[in-house]
């Protein structure tokens, strides 16, 4: 009798430390699979703030090579820029503005903040610029202050302005 009661007593242990096991094995394979995805997710991210910086200095380098101009090529269709109290909506309408007469000035500028929503298609990017004109005797005036652009993925991966 004592030794049914112990056989018995015996595999109930031997079931409770399986029961434990299977228990903590699916609570860590629960807690690598979260780690993983939020892994995946900040690497996303980060990748998408990586290439919004690059996408900020490509168009620096283009302002500086070809004028104003280029910020047509940087626009998404539907941007919007804002000029003082003027909004010029759509890249059409961006490129004629820049293509009227800003042939005599120069941008600079540094992107010091960039942040990614969490999708990961939309981003924004703040800083300093520095605009110089130069009138029509060759005299220089710099106009300085703090831009703010949103960028959004575009469906060929390329990062456009939608705001500037």
Known sequence: ????????????????KLNYLFITAFLLSTIIL???????????????RQEILK???DFEAAVKQEGMMAFAKFAAEDAVI??????????NAIAMYYGAGKTNSQLTWTAEFVAVSASGDLGYTYGNYTYTVKDPTGK???HTGIFHTVWKKQTD?????VWD
């Open 1 to 16: 009798m004592q030794t049914i009661k112990n056989k018995i007593l015996d595999k109930l242990r031997h079931s409770k």
């Open 34 to 48: 979260i780690i993983g995805c939020s892994a995946g997710k900040n690497y996303k991210i980060a990748k998408s």
């Open 55 to 57: 996408t900020e200095k």
């Open 82 to 91: 804002n000029r003082g109290d003027k909004l010029i909506k759509g890249k």
């Open 140 to 142: 220089t005036t710099d």
């Open 157 to 161: 991966g390329k990062w456009k302005f």
